[in-house]
């Protein structure tokens, strides 16, 4: 290893084939946050929302149909997966589709609520994911070309690869992209959509993927 | 400095400027789904401009990625502008009435099974198409929801053998490609036969 | 303000894909001017070509269960990449046999190769990719038939 990894030295490393998988100490950290977030939404029962009529004593509860519960947790569960797979993996392209798999299982947490504005939040978010899988793939296509390698290993321990700027960029943005949703959710459209925990691994993985990508694009 | 690789590139990249443009100045939802179709096109380009056989192994994941992104979201787009069960009807031509899709049908399914693998599940999801469209189609979904689960467990497993006990290569080898023979056929078998919301 | 404006624009959900398709429009205008770029000569599973073979451009060399060098990042862990090398059915195998066209038909299984990247060697990237499309077909079909 000639060049120093800022995430620290691995601890070990797992081969599936030509895709390396490496714990180092700030990929393992990531990687416990998304699995106790993972134990929690197989364990967390789902918030109820109550509207409380203005000025008096009268509520509603809102609940939540059984079916409507199990796919989200579904989804909340695979979300947690993804973000673990793309905290510790060490290939570039593996990396790019396990960000696309955490974008489409946020959409569906969402999705799975049957309001029509939060259908429609959903679908907005979705059609970014969409189109952010083309800086995703074009940028691990072209570090591919321009580099020769899409192993994390070989870049950051090989000093003559040089990953051009702009490409970095173009993967930087692809992440953004796909965790987008707690950002414009600012406005509250996604969170009006009951059921705390799930909707809360929303933001935990989106948080995730951008702390990783900062150490891939610091590697790289 | 200029060789094929950066005029290719330029080529791609003003291609993926003009279609996401369109994405910025477009307002319309369902066109906005159309567009994004388009804009796959490019990061495909951008993948196969590598020109290896790996660029060949990657274009298929990116491929089915934006097919799977485009199936979920063509549904939420159906159920959240509330579009109400189109009745799909058996077509009213006469051959298809009467016994020949079940045969053609059949046919195709065996040659997929036959095939295996990719091409397979084309195959003899073509068949299964083909038969929903003569017959129409009702229940069954949650028949394509297991198979599509277990294909998945299927390959899952074949994916550990080749990791962990290579010498077993050929027995991973088939199980990945019944895997994905009924992946395929499932995936294919839905295009088209989903439509507005299944209680109607 | 113009943060408070900004903030306004940014809050509604209808514009975000226009904000974030400007942003990627910008980038590629950017990699536009960043070009040319180098492209590495040594590349892993080069293509090759060999225009008198039917498989062609998919021939690797080699019959079937006879294991070919393969170039890949890390050969000590796929010590059976190699073996398939192509597998064709009768009809293909006629095929072959009688044109010299079939590695251009979607008949001619590209097999080979392709597996041997798509499951072995870089199978952890297909198992994310059927797990994204078994995700998808998820969210789809519980909109469908729970709606």
Redesign the interface.
């Known amino acids: 290893m000639g060049m120093v990894n800022p995430g620290g030295i691995p601890y070990f490393i797992l081969e599936f084939g030509d895709e390396l998988v490496y714990f180092s100490p700030y990929t393992v950290s990531l990687f416990i946050l998304a699995l106790v977030f993972t134990i929690f939404a197989v364990i967390a029962r789902p918030e109820r929302q109550v509207d409380i009529v203005f000025g008096g004593d009268a509520f509603y509860a809102k609940e939540t149909s059984l079916a409507e519960l199990k796919i989200r947790r579904f989804m909340a569960i695979a979300c947690g997966f993804a973000s673990m797979g793309a905290m510790v993996t060490g290939d570039l392209f593996n990396f790019t589709l396990f960000i696309s798999l955490v974008g489409i299982c946020n959409v569906g947490i969402v999705a799975a609520v049957k309001n029509r504005h939060v259908q429609n939040a959903a679908y907005q978010y979705g059609i970014v994911a969409l189109s952010a899988t083309v800086p995703l793939f074009g940028a691990a296509a072209l570090i591919a070309a321009t580099t020769g390698t899409l192993s994390m290993v070989e870049l950051w321990s090989n000093a003559a690869l040089a990953v051009p700027l702009v490409v970095k960029a173009l993967l930087v943005l692809g992440v953004m992209g796909e965790g987008m949703a707690p950002f414009y959710a600012a406005k509250a459209e996604m969170f009006r959509a009951p059921g705390a925990p799930y909707v809360i691994m929303c933001s935990l993985s989106s948080l995730l993927i951008f702390l990783r990508v900062i150490e891939v694009v610091l590697v790289i | ?3 094929e ?2 005029i290719g ?2 080529l791609v ?2 291609a ?2 003009i279609a ?2 369109a ?3 477009e307002k319309d ?1 369902l066109h ?2 159309l567009l ?1 179709d388009l ?2 096109v ?2 495909l380009g ?2 196969a ?10 274009i ?3 491929l ?17 502008e ?1 579009l109400k069960e189109r009745k799909v009807q058996g077509l009213n031509i006469e051959v298809i009435q009467a016994d020949a899709p079940l045969i053609i049908s059949v046919l195709l399914i065996c040659y997929g099974v ?2 295996s ?4 599940g ?1 195959v003899a999801g073509l068949g299964v198409v083909f038969y929903f469209m003569a017959r129409g189609h009702r229940e069954h ?1 949650e028949l ?2 297991m198979a ?2 277990i ?2 467990a299927i ?2 497993f ?2 550990f053998v ?2 962990f006990i ?2 077993y ?2 027995l ?2 088939f199980m ?2 019944i ?2 023979l009924l ?1 395929v056929i ?2 294919m078998s ?1 295009v088209g036969t ?1 439509w507005g ?3 109607g | 303000m113009i943060i408070q404006r900004i903030s306004r624009i940014i809050s509604n959900y209808e514009m975000i894909m226009p904000i974030f398709a400007g942003a990627v429009t910008l980038l590629f205008v950017v990699a536009i001017f960043s070009l040319p770029l180098p492209y590495y000569e040594e590349q892993l599973y080069p293509k090759t070509y060999d225009p008198t073979s039917p498989l062609n451009p998919y021939d690797r060399g080699g019959p079937p269960f006879v294991q070919i060098d393969i170039k890949e990042q890390y050969p000590e862990n796929s010590p059976t990449a190699g073996y398939v090398t192509s597998y064709l059915t009768p009809l293909s195998w006629y095929m072959a046999n009688t044109t010299l066209y079939l590695g251009t038909t979607i008949v001619g299984h590209p097999g080979g190769i392709l597996d041997e990247i798509l499951y072995n060697t870089r199978g952890l990237d297909t198992v994310v990719e059927t797990t994204i499309l078994f995700i998808a077909f998820a969210i789809a079909s519980y909109l469908y038939r729970k709606g």
């Open positions: 400095m200029w060789q690789y950066s590139l330029l990249f003003i993926a400027v996401f443009f994405l910025v100045v939802d906005r789904l994004l804009v796959e490019p990061s951008i993948i401009l590598l020109g290896t056989d790996l660029a060949e192994a990657l298929l994941p990116g089915v990625v934006g097919i799977a992104e485009l199936l979920a979201l063509s549904q939420i787009y159906v159920t959240k509330g036959i095939l693998g990719f091409t397979g084309g979904f394509l929801e599509s689960g294909s998945w390959w899952i074949a994916f080749f990791m290579p010498e290569w050929l991973a080898l990945a490609a895997g994905i992946k499932v995936k839905l989903m919301d299944g209680n």
